[in-house]
Antibody, heavy 120, light 110 residues
Framework: QVQLVESGGGVVQPGGSLRLSCAASGFIFSNYAMHWVRQAPGKGLEWVAFIRFDGTGKNYAASVKGRFTISRDKSKNTLYVQMNSLRPEDTAVYYC?????????????WGQGTLVTVSS | QTVVTQEPSFSVSPGGTVTLTCGLSSGSVSTSYYPSWYRQTPGQAPRTLIYNTNTRSSGVPDRFSGSILGNKAALTITGAQADDESDYYCVLYIGNYIWVFGGGTKLTVL
């Protein structure tokens, strides 16, 4: 059974940094692409970042490009996102999501999310 | 900038059928966008319903179906139940490892 557990959320001041983690289990982590998706309070879902199964390809939403970095550690079955230069509009619940089988382009399973609040 | 459009809200009677749509601000949605659909109730993580236009995710009842209708992707729910009341999101893959969510449709069952 796929399990994704996010951690690392909290309160941070504007301009600050935070690193989120997503511990994966129940599947062969190194075989699947992974994503970060966020949801601001009372708003819809927004795709944030993608990393290929082997870590060789990445991309980001325009709203976070240049500030966020996605990475993965296959020895720890863990996905990360390093968030720098945080802004109040980055306040959201951040979900990690497992990609589908290769050749598919969707979010197969979801974690429960971790809340990031950017406020002074 | 790619904008994915969804009806902000929709209502359906219990036992009824509803079709939610997912379009593009400019252009048509086709299977090449690999449309997928998710539902979310307040305070919960999203749940995957449909991917690759019309493939049901594991455990999703066949009351849920996906298709292309005209120039949009569509999610049809038949035999609506009270617990179908949720927010429904579509996502399109626009290439180059970029995905775009629609704004979501709040479905009311009454």
């Amino acid at each position: 059974q796929v399990q994704l557990v996010e951690s690392g959320g909290g309160v941070v001041q504007p301009g600050g940094s935070l690193r989120l983690s997503c511990a994966a289990s129940g599947f062969i982590f190194s075989n699947y692409a992974m994503h970060w998706v966020r949801q601001a309070p009372g708003k819809g879902l927004e795709w944030v970042a993608f990393i290929r199964f082997d870590g060789t390809g990445k991309n980001y939403a325009a709203s976070v490009k240049g500030r966020f970095t996605i990475s993965r550690d296959k020895s720890k079955n863990t996905l990360y996102v390093q968030m720098n230069s945080l802004r109040p509009e980055d306040t959201a619940v951040y979900y990690c999501a497992k990609g589908g089988e290769r050749g598919t382009y969707f979010f197969d399973s979801w974690g429960q999310g971790t809340l990031v609040t950017v406020s002074s | 900038q790619t904008v994915v459009t969804q009806e902000p809200s929709f209502s359906v009677s219990p036992g009824g059928t509803v079709t939610l749509t997912c379009g593009l601000s400019s252009g048509s949605v086709s299977t090449s966008y690999y449309p997928s659909w998710y539902r979310q109730t307040p305070g919960q993580a999203p749940r995957t319903l449909i991917y690759n236009t019309n493939t049901r995710s594991s455990g999703v009842p066949d009351r849920f179906s996906g298709s292309i209708l005209g120039n949009k992707a569509a999610l049809t729910i038949t035999g609506a139940q009270a617990d179908d009341e949720s927010d429904y999101y579509c996502v399109l893959y626009i290439g180059n490892y970029i995905w775009v969510f629609g704004g979501g449709t709040k479905l009311t069952v009454l």
